[in-house]
């Protein structure tokens, strides 16, 4: 891509200032029109060292209302490197636009790792699949210049403070780079996200070219038909023999046993969470299940054993508006452990395909392609280092009915109980039928479900726990 590419070209000083004040005047229009429509918008500028991104920034800026986006030059910590955890967060929200001066795209092309380009392109493409208008630009010198430039910075003091560490070492390895770059073009050069590249030699040529394409772009978005950026996604199917159908509910548990193995595993937890946080490890438990299978008290002996300054429990309702402005994905993202602490999930992500499927509170593409978009998010986690355990607690439907029963007439439990609880129960083939589906398409040998028959509390709880006893040993005897 790039050595096709004319670095000679330029642009004389007053034409290039005309064209960046009527370039500037439709970029602007643009953008009150992208909120008008509720478009979000992600911008990325990318580049050689030296190659002008700052200037570059500044024009489509100068051209933007300050009141409608926001700029990032994200440096991630050395335990976010490689990830895309950094990113998730910043994503706007509709109407509103983010520019990215440094993006996921700086670690991937140092680090040159394949698996970190297909991350990428897939987080694109959910973005584009959730409405967000995508535009990346690579501005585009060669060595010598590269190299001229950063001797120029080195000698103005008013300039060496914005050179960077590791700036001269990618221009001694310019041609290495240029092959790992070509590579992660290659991988990323989508139809929802195309690259523009971007000839830099002249800084007013490449500010114009800029602004020429984005405004192309932006209007080419404004043009098409509703649901063209939206990709594809798995088609709805059925079942058949699912585990759910065959669980064996008859098994218990007596209490004196079930008391002296809880009190040996929270043991065993709390040991294992203190190793947990000096070996940085991130851990993922969630959480899903059918309503009144125990999931809060599973939760509850399972925290029981741990140092609450390393652990949190997130309880997952339904979205809040500022939320929905977002990516689906976009509120899990933000929740997610640092190194060497525990989330909890009390229901997650997977409520799309689960309550939103059945209840119709998403359109029939988003929850179809949400098994793919989690499918990526945890592959991505487990890349990063995560350890990640899936819990789906069933119970029978007499069971279910009885414990019902007993929260309403409890006046300390019957605020457990709610008109929803019915409403779901008198639901139970739908509920089944969508978990039966997303536990046979998200349940990949690195990020395995763990199915619970509940209807002995005792026994429940005792499994939950020595499955994440195990995950835990293995997942640190791995690292």
């Excluded at 700052?54 to 990032?72: E, Q, T, W």
């Excluded at 479900?449 to 939950?464: E, F, Q, Y």
């Amino acid at each position: 891509m790039l050595e096709m590419l004319d670095l000679s070209l330029s642009l004389p000083k007053k034409e290039a200032s005309e064209r960046l004040k009527e370039l500037s005047r439709s970029v602007g229009a643009l953008q009150r029109a992208f909120r008008d429509r509720a478009i979000a918008s992600v911008i990325v500028l990318e580049g050689w060292a030296a190659s002008g991104r700052g200037k570059a920034a500044n024009s489509v800026i100068l051209a933007l209302d300050p009141r409608g986006y926001s700029f990032h030059y994200v440096e991630p910590r050395a335990k976010e490197e490689g990830t895309l955890l950094p990113y998730w967060g910043l994503i706007p929200p509709a109407g509103r636009m983010a520019l990215f001066g440094r993006s996921w795209y700086h670690d991937a092309w140092r680090l040159g790792d394949e698996a970190l380009f297909a991350d990428i392109a897939a987080f694109e493409r959910q973005l584009a699949e959730a409405g967000v208008f995508v535009f990346k630009a690579f501005l585009h010198i060669d060595a010598e210049e590269q190299k001229n430039r950063l001797k120029q910075r080195r000698k103005d003091r008013d300039a060496t403070w914005t050179l960077e560490p590791g700036e001269w070492r990618q221009n001694k390895e310019y041609d290495d780079n240029l092959r790992t770059l070509e590579r992660l073009f290659n991988a990323t050069e989508t139809e929802w996200a195309p690259w523009t590249v971007i000839a830099a030699h002249c800084g007013r040529y490449a500010a114009v070219t800029l602004l020429e394409a984005l405004s192309d772009a932006m209007t080419a978005r404004l043009g098409a038909s509703e649901g063209s950026c939206k990709g594809a996604f798995l088609p709805e199917t059925t079942v058949h023999g699912s585990r759910l159908d065959s669980l064996d509910y008859s098994a218990t548990m007596k209490k004196k046993p079930y008391r002296k193995g809880l009190a040996a595993l929270q043991k065993e937890l709390h040991i294992l969470q203190i190793e947990v946080f000096r070996r940085k490890l991130p851990v993922i438990l969630l959480f899903e299940g059918v309503d009144a299978a125990g999931k809060g008290g599973a939760i509850r002996r399972l925290t029981e054993a741990l140092y609450p300054r390393t652990y949190e429990v997130v309880p997952v309702s339904a979205p809040n508006d500022w939320e929905r402005a977002h990516p689906y994905l976009w509120r899990f993202w933000r929740t997610l452990p640092d190194p060497g602490n525990i989330v909890i999930f009390d229901r997650s992500w997977y409520g799309r395909v689960l309550v939103e499927r059945v209840e119709g509170f998403c359109r029939d593409d988003e929850w179809r392609r949400a098994y793919r978009e989690i499918n990526e998010m945890e592959r991505h986690l487990l890349s990063w280092g995560a350890a990640i355990g899936k819990f789906w607690l069933q119970i029978s439907p007499d069971e279910q009915l009885r414990r019902f029963e007993s929260r309403r007439d409890d006046p300390e439990r019957n605020w457990k109980l709610t008109d929803e609880d019915w409403r779901n129960r008198e639901k139970w083939p739908l509920y089944q039928e969508a978990a039966a589906e997303m536990l046979a398409r998200t349940s990949p040998p690195e990020a395995p479900w763990t199915i619970v028959a509940t209807d002995s509390k005792r026994l429940a709880r005792i499994t939950v726990l020595e499955t994440v006893r195990d995950l835990l040993v293995a997942r640190l005897q791995s690292s």
